[in-house]
């Protein structure tokens, strides 16, 4: 079992950057491919970005490509989200997923490990 802590929330005007980190509890995933969803209130949640497990391969939703950013530090054992130009739009709770299937999937229910969310607000 992986349970993954997410971290680097906050509020920011439009136009700011975060990053948001995320890190299992107690054990390596170095070798999950790796993921981030978003949801708004009201909505369902969403694909944002993800990661191979060797980190050579990265796929975005199209509303943030180009302004965001997923990346792997192994020696950290950390996934990270950076997030540059933010819009009001990305307000959102943001999850760090993980798996071992193969390749990079989009849908949450390939995704077997779950972080408990960071809370996103982007003002105007």
């Known amino acids: 079992q992986v349970r993954l802590v997410e971290s680097g929330g906050g509020l920011v005007q439009a136009g700011g950057s975060l990053r948001l980190s995320c890190a299992p509890s107690?054990?390596?995933?170095?070798?999950?491919?790796s993921g981030w969803f978003r949801q708004a209130p009201g909505k369902e949640r969403e694909f944002v970005a993800a990661?191979?497990?060797?980190?050579?391969?990265?796929v975005y939703t199209d509303s943030v490509k180009g302004r965001f950013t997923i990346s792997r530090d192994t020696a950290k054992n950390t996934v990270y989200l950076q997030m540059n130009n933010l819009k009001p739009e990305d307000t959102a709770v943001y999850y760090c997923?993980?798996?071992?299937?193969?390749?990079?999937?989009?849908?949450?229910?390939?995704?077997?490990?779950w972080g408990q969310g960071t809370q996103v607000t982007v003002s105007s």
């Open positions: 107690g054990r390596t995933f170095n070798t999950y491919q």
């Open positions: 990661i191979t497990w060797t980190g050579d391969s990265t």
């Open positions: 997923a993980a798996h071992q299937r193969t390749g990079i999937r989009y849908n949450p229910d390939d995704y077997d490990f």
